[in-house]
Nanobody
Framework: QVQLAESGGGLVQAGGSLRLSCRAS?????VGWFRQLPGKEREFVAY????????NYADSVKGRFTISKDNAKNTAYLQMNSLKPEDTAVYYC????????????WGQGTQVTVSS
């Protein structure tokens, strides 16, 4: 069982930045960030593979968001720059335990609100 603790959400003006953190209680294979906009389904934002640092991003955030990790702290980060009002959502981190498992573990979510 892996527990994920998110932090770093808040209110920011358009064009501003926020950094989200996701601390895992144990080892993981991959950590991803997802978001859920009001009235919409949860969508993929980015992921990072713990073994080699490989990353992948949704087209909507490429060039603005950066996912990274700190092995010593077992923490993944999502640096969000040039934020837009349409980035407003609840952001969740999730973890996979292996290359063949899905995202089995989820954090509680953190609200990000971008004002225009």
């Amino acid at each position: 069982q892996v527990q994920l603790a998110e932090s770093g959400g808040g209110l920011v003006q358009a064009g501003g930045s926020l950094r989200l953190s996701c601390r895992a209680s144990g080892p993981t294979f991959k950590v991803g960030w997802f978001r859920q906009l009001p009235g919409k389904e949860r969508e993929f934002v980015a992921y990072i593979r713990w073994t080699d640092g490989f990353t992948n991003y949704a087209d909507s955030v490429k060039g603005r968001f950066t996912i990274s990790k700190d092995n010593a702290k077992n923490t993944a980060y999502l640096q969000m720059n040039s934020l837009k009002p349409e980035d407003t959502a609840v952001y969740y981190c999730a973890a996979c335990k292996s290359s063949i498992s899905g995202y089995s573990y989820w954090g509680q979510g953190t609200q990000v609100t971008v004002s225009s």
